[in-house]
Each structure stands twice: as C-alpha cells, then as structure tokens.
C-alpha cells in the first residue's frame, strides 16, 4: 500500500512539473495557464479523495437492506476530544437466501445509545461464535399512523433519530446437512 501513495505521491510531482513548464515556456495567455493550474488543484483533490475511497476506509453510505456481520467496533463518544463516537460494521450483503455475495466492506455509523446496545449485542453474539445476518429498519413507528402507508425516510415528531435507518441482528440457524451414507464397495 506504501508504494502505490509513493507512486501516487511522484505522478503529482511530474504533473506539476509539467504545469510549471508549460506555465513558464509557452506562449500561451495567462487565462489559460489559469484555468489550467486550476483544473489540475481539483484534479489532485478528487483524486486522492477517490483513492482514500480505495484504502479500505470505512464509508458512510447507507447499510445494505440485508447483510451478514463479520465483525463490529465501537468508538464511544469522547467529550474530551469532541469525539462524537462512531460504530464501525464490517460486513457483507446477503441474497434472498441468506447466502453472503461479494466482498466485505466497513461502514461507519453515526453513535447513539440504542445502536450501540445493539452493537455491542451481536459483538458479544460473534465473539462466542454465533452467526448474525443484520438488516435495516427505521426506528419506531408513529402509532397514530398504524396500518397507513408511510414512508420509510419520514422523520417523526420530537427526536430528530426515530425516523432514520437503524439495524437490527437475527441469529443465523446452523446448516441443516443430510445424512451421511456409507456407500459399501462391491
């Protein structure tokens, strides 16, 4: 991973070479070379955000609907620091049949009391070994609007939190294999 920054570090060097030679050694307007050193500044900026994308860094997108957790961290909020607290899921979407697909990613939340409780469950659930599949779910629904259809991103009254996506962890049962038969050779 060092020597792909170091590589990565070294074609921004050229380029900006490059750009001080075509600044210094051409003809050109000062409005192009302008417009140039400017198109380059946000070359560099969305392409290093582009490769911290790649290091492995957790995202903050949103949860799959359904997914498999490998494993959980928990960042507790510190005040001190002005630490917010974040959870940290490592995990891997699932099909219809419970089956995981693709590689595993990490996903960073932000803290609150009920997903940390929840977090802290299912590390303590695959710590001893257990499976967990998770998915997501949004909160509590207002009770005055039972059997209604509502939407699932519709925050309720009072805590701004109620109404945003959470998760929630189902044990995953053990394979139920078939039995065994001992073919006999004749």
Known sequence: MLEERILLTLAYVIISALLLIFCFYTGFSKKIKLTGIVVLTFFYIFSWKGYEGILGWPTSEELPELFNINWVVIQEPNKAQSNEGSLFLWVSEVDEFNKSFGDPRAYRLVWNDDNHKKAQDALHKIKEGQQLNGKKSYGVLNKDNEGKDS?????????????????EFIEVPPLD??????????
């Open 151 to 167: 939407d699932v991103y519709d925050i309720q009254e009072g805590d701004p939190e109620l109404g945003s996506p959470s998760f």
């Open 177 to 186: 294999l078939p039995a065994k038969t001992m073919i006999l050779d004749q």
